[in-house]
Every structure is written in structure tokens, then in C-alpha cells.
């Protein structure tokens, strides 16, 4: 069976991307996933070329027909989005909810298909890559991403992949929710800091709702070593595993700037060493 491994963080900037991507520079036989879908940035390192395009449809927009309507007013009466202004609907503002439709006397409205964004099936130097963009402004990214985790399931199928790799997004909303349902490993990247750590149990209590197993990953760990920890205590009566804590360095800035991933960047790197244990010490536990 195909083992999922989720990297994800209870907040942005925590370096989750830059380790995801560290990890699909050291792994072999596995399909990369980036399932934040509202703002990927995986495609920065790994520049996958594409292979296939998809539509995704998500909430069907509302249209009036000009020749039909006779401007009564109803639906901009009862729209709550204040999206209907007959004889035209604002489609930035539409929701798909279509009380218009049911309510127009006319029948001069129609729910219409949709697309809010687009599904890929990528290639690049480290395997085959399932991602997504969702347009601005469009909603059901949860959705997507349920969508993005069946291609790279598909594309695992397809090529026989032990592993599948999610870079996933921050926070713990409903893509988060997406991603980690049915997870073999959720790694939580944080950083000492009280957001971090106030982000992280977050994390931890969305994982234990879903009975998913999480591992933690300390970054930037020397930023402030009282608050690691404090973090580090935390995690202990928890009965959580720390896979690592990686000091700050200004390499791993530079391998961001020249769109590498840090074992290419820096190949014999005390970090890159460290990471490469930690993907090790990941394996062990699915083990």
C-alpha cells in the first residue's frame, strides 16, 4: 500500500515548502503532491513540466438570460451576496447558492458550469508531481485538494510509487482538513516562537480529531532555544516524536533564491545531512 506523508505547519513562513522539497531531492520511488492549492509555491523549486491540463469546476455560477427577465427584482431581494442586479448577476460576487434561480417567475436564470481553477499532472527531476491553482477569489479549495490527493494516487498507482510526498498548506481549515485525512504521517514544521507553538497544538488537536499520526520538525530551533523547550515539553506529554531540530542558517535562503532545493544547493551541508536523517528517521517510523 502507497504510504502518504503530509508536511504541513499551523502557520505560514515556518519553512514547510523549503523541507518538502529537501525531502523529494532525498527520497526515491515516490509521487510529490502540493496540495496548497490557494498559494503554491512548490513549483518554484521543482519547475515540473506539465503534463496534463484539468478543468475544475467548483461552484456553479448564476446567469440571466436578458431576453427572458423582466427585471421584477426578486432575486436581488433575496440574494444575500448582493450578487443579483437584474438583468445581470455579478459572478465575483456569486456563491452558486441558487435562490435566484428557484426563485425567478420567469425561469430566466440558469446555474452554469464553472471553472475555478485548473488540475496538473506534472513531471519533474525528482518524479511525477499531482498540483493544482485555484483562481482568485474562488472557493471550495478543500475540494481541489481532494482532487489533487486522487491524481497522486493515480499517478502512485501508475508507477508503482511506495511514497506519496504532500507539501500541504498552513493553518487548519478546511484544505488542512483535506490533506490530512488519511495520512500514514503528518510532519509538523514549526518554529520557537509563541505563535509557533500556540499553531502547532492547534495542529496536534486537528491530527488527534482524525486519528492521524503526527512527528514534529523544530526549524530555525536556535532562534530561540527557551521556547524550543518549552515546545520540546509540550510534544513530551503529548507522546509526540521530535524527527529534528534544525538551527537557522542563511543557506537555506540562498537555495530559495536560486529556485534549488538545499541538497542540490548544498549538497554537503551539516543541514542537508540532517534532513537526510530525518527522512530516515521518517521512513523508520512507517515502518
Given at each position: 500500500?502507497?504510504m502518504?506523508?503530509g508536511?504541513?505547519s499551523?502557520?505560514?513562513g515556518?519553512g514547510?515548502s523549503?523541507?518538502?522539497g529537501?525531502?523529494?531531492?532525498?527520497?526515491?520511488?515516490?509521487?510529490?503532491?502540493d496540495?496548497?492549492?490557494d498559494?503554491?509555491?512548490?513549483?518554484?523549486?521543482?519547475?515540473?513540466?506539465?503534463?496534463?491540463?484539468?478543468d475544475y469546476?467548483?461552484s456553479k455560477?448564476?446567469?440571466?438570460?436578458p431576453a427572458?427577465?423582466?427585471?421584477c427584482?426578486?432575486?436581488?431581494?433575496n440574494?444575500?451576496?448582493?450578487?443579483?442586479h437584474?438583468p445581470v448577476?455579478?459572478?465575483?460576487?456569486?456563491?452558486?447558492?441558487?435562490?435566484?434561480a428557484?426563485?425567478?417567475?420567469e425561469?430566466a436564470?440558469?446555474?452554469t458550469?464553472?471553472?475555478?481553477?485548473?488540475?496538473y499532472?506534472?513531471?519533474t527531476r525528482?518524479g511525477?508531481?499531482?498540483?493544482?491553482?485555484l483562481?482568485?477569489?474562488?472557493?471550495?479549495s478543500?475540494?481541489?485538494?481532494?482532487?489533487?490527493?486522487?491524481?497522486a494516487?493515480?499517478l502512485?498507482?501508475e508507477n508503482?510509487?511506495?511514497?506519496?510526498?504532500?507539501d500541504?498548506s498552513p493553518g487548519?481549515?478546511?484544505?488542512?482538513i483535506?490533506t490530512v485525512?488519511?495520512?500514514?504521517?503528518?510532519?509538523i514544521?514549526?518554529?520557537?516562537t509563541p505563535?509557533?507553538?500556540?499553531?502547532?497544538t492547534?495542529?496536534l488537536?486537528l491530527?488527534?480529531?482524525?486519528?492521524v499520526?503526527?512527528?514534529v520538525?523544530i526549524?530555525k530551533?536556535?532562534l530561540?532555544?527557551?521556547n524550543?523547550?518549552?515546545?520540546?515539553?509540550?510534544?513530551?506529554?503529548?507522546?509526540?516524536?521530535v524527527?529534528?531540530?534544525?538551527?537557522?542558517?542563511t543557506?537555506?535562503?540562498?537555495?530559495?533564491?536560486?529556485?534549488?532545493?538545499l541538497?542540490?544547493?548544498?549538497?554537503?551541508?551539516p543541514?542537508t545531512k540532517?534532513?537526510?536523517?530525518?527522512?530516515?528517521?521518517?521512513?523508520k517510523?512507517?515502518?
Amino acid at each position: 500500500m502507497t504510504m502518504q506523508i503530509g508536511i504541513i505547519s499551523g502557520k505560514g513562513g515556518t519553512g514547510k515548502s523549503t523541507i518538502a522539497g529537501s525531502f523529494a531531492a532525498i527520497s526515491q520511488n515516490l509521487i510529490i503532491a502540493d496540495c496548497d492549492v490557494d498559494a503554491p509555491d512548490m513549483h518554484i523549486l521543482l519547475h515540473p513540466e506539465i503534463k496534463s491540463t484539468i478543468d475544475y469546476h467548483g461552484s456553479k455560477l448564476a446567469i440571466i438570460n436578458p431576453a427572458q427577465c423582466t427585471e421584477c427584482g426578486l432575486c436581488e431581494e433575496n440574494c444575500r451576496f448582493d450578487a443579483a442586479h437584474p438583468p445581470v448577476i455579478d459572478p465575483i460576487a456569486c456563491e452558486g447558492c441558487a435562490v435566484c434561480a428557484y426563485l425567478c417567475p420567469e425561469e430566466a436564470i440558469q446555474m452554469t458550469e464553472n471553472t475555478a481553477g485548473y488540475l496538473y499532472s506534472s513531471m519533474t527531476r525528482f518524479g511525477p508531481m499531482a498540483h493544482a491553482k485555484l483562481k482568485a477569489g474562488e472557493g471550495n479549495s478543500g475540494k481541489l485538494v481532494t482532487e489533487v490527493r486522487k491524481l497522486a494516487e493515480r499517478l502512485a498507482k501508475e508507477n508503482k510509487a511506495q511514497y506519496i510526498l504532500i507539501d500541504g498548506s498552513p493553518g487548519i481549515g478546511c484544505p488542512v482538513i483535506s490533506t490530512v485525512t488519511g495520512l500514514s504521517l503528518a510532519v509538523i514544521v514549526t518554529e520557537p516562537t509563541p505563535a509557533g507553538l500556540h499553531d502547532m497544538t492547534r495542529v496536534l488537536d486537528l491530527l488527534s480529531q482524525f486519528n492521524v499520526p503526527g512527528a514534529v520538525i523544530i526549524n530555525k530551533y536556535d532562534l530561540n532555544v527557551e521556547n524550543t523547550k518549552e515546545m520540546e515539553n509540550t510534544l513530551k506529554e503529548r507522546n509526540v516524536e521530535v524527527l529534528g531540530r534544525i538551527p537557522f542558517d542563511t543557506i537555506t535562503t540562498k537555495s530559495m533564491i536560486a529556485t534549488r532545493t538545499l541538497p542540490e544547493y548544498a549538497p554537503n551541508h551539516p543541514i542537508t545531512k540532517q534532513l537526510q536523517n530525518i527522512w530516515s528517521f521518517i521512513l523508520k517510523i512507517l515502518e
